[in-house]
DNA sequence: TAATCGTGGGT
DNA sequence: TACCCAAGATT
């Protein structure tokens, strides 16, 4: 790591900020420094593109306008906002947040980072950047842009993953940051990151701090930062149930931990799960797993269904750090059945509008309604 | 500390 | 394709 002197600190910040005040990305949430504007938007871009959460952020405001109105806000209107954009447990985590702000604070936003960091799903980052552009506090905001521009422009080699690295940025940073514009100088440094000092394939030939960048200037650019790679998702087979009845299709409720946690979705039986049921190691023909599925619901749940393959028969989705290889079986309900061992119920039309499902689920909601074409 | 937690886009 | 990346927090 090199070190700067006092007078390449005061030639950065005048450099970066110029060029950000000419070139600032129009954003919806940069019309003011409302702290709850600060605070979706944050929140909102957490391993978010920003063309993403525009559309997010501008439906939120209309439906939740203030910290009073998430407060208050159906969960299932709240999750229905949030849909499809995720790491859900952040929009739980805002409506938590928001009571305490309402509760815990009587309504008045704390400044202290300290303080911001006890508020659920605020972190380090998220903390820092309210503090810095809503209260102007001049403290560092450490996200994936500050990591790479920094470790660019100083050629930091700890490795970012590290809770301790963070702490060598956040002290790097708190010496080179504008002490009268420390909001300004932290989003002119993501849009520097997402700009000129991308990832892939960084434009630092045109960057206004590339006299700055001693990467660039030593042609070691793409080192930086030093990241950990990250394991390849665990592929995991399921069998996801296309059950129909009179009332509609049976969903399953998850449990209220883990991945998708409390969303509706068709039933998944573990391909792995149902072989153990079965006492087999595998399935010698396709159409054992048929009978296997029958056996099993008639044994788990009471209920006697025929299963079959549908047309298009296979699905994938990939999370993080699961890929679920989904086989599609159907049946039918004809006669009256006793649910009450089944962890779920039907679906009508209308429940499939009105409730919020995640990708994966729209996927195979997807498929079902084309075969009804 | 390392794993968990979604989705969309780029190469 | 397979992999990486994107304004991270939580456990």
């Known amino acids: 790591m090199i070190e700067w002197p006092e007078s390449k600190i005061h030639a950065f910040q005048k450099t970066l900020l110029d060029w950000y005040d000419h070139n600032k990305r129009d954003l919806p949430w940069r019309r003011d420094h409302d702290p709850y504007h600060v605070w979706i938007s944050e929140i909102m871009l957490q391993q978010t593109q920003v063309h993403t959460v525009i559309p997010y952020y501008e439906r939120f405001m209309g439906e939740f306008p203030s910290v009073a109105d998430l407060a208050n806000a159906d969960e299932g209107r709240l999750m229905k906002a949030w849909e499809g954009l995720g790491y859900y447990s952040r929009a739980r985590n805002l409506q938590k947040a928001a009571r305490q702000i309402v509760q815990d604070y009587d309504n008045v936003w704390p400044r202290d980072i300290a303080e911001l960091q006890k508020l659920a799903g605020i972190g380090p980052y998220t903390a820092g950047a309210i503090a810095s552009i809503a209260f102007n506090q001049p403290v560092p905001a450490v996200d994936g842009n500050a990591f790479r521009v920094f470790s660019r422009l100083l050629e930091i080699d700890d490795e970012i993953s590290k809770p301790q690295t963070r702490k060598i940025f956040e002290q790097v940073i708190s010496k080179i940051i504008s002490q009268e514009r420390p909001g300004d100088f932290n989003q002119a440094i993501m849009d520097l990151g997402s700009s000129y000092m991308t990832a892939a394939n960084p434009d630092s030939d045109h960057s206004p701090v590339k006299a700055f960048n001693q990467a660039y200037i030593d042609g070691v650019e793409l080192n930086y930062p030093v990241k950990n790679k990250k394991p ?132 195979l909601i997807d498929r079902v309604n084309s075969l009804d074409e």
């Open 232 to 363: 390849r998702p665990i592929e995991v087979d399921y069998f996801a149930l296309v059950i129909r009845s009179s009332a509609g299709i049976l969903m399953e409720k998850r449990p209220d931990s883990g991945i998708l946690a409390d969303f509706w979705t068709f039933p998944l039986v573990a391909k792995e799960d149902l072989l153990a049921f079965s006492g087999q190691d595998e399935f010698a023909e396709d159409e054992d797993a048929l009978t296997a599925m029958t056996d099993y619901f008639a044994q788990q749940y009471g209920l006697t269904l025929a299963f079959q393959f549908l047309p298009v028969k296979k699905v994938t989705h990939i999370f993080t750090h699961r890929k679920w290889l989904m086989t599609l079986l159907s049946a039918d309900l004809t006669t009256e059945n006793d649910l009450s061992l089944f962890p779920g119920r039907f679906f009508s039309k209308e429940d499939f509008i009105q409730h919020a499902f995640p990708k994966v689920q729209q996927k």
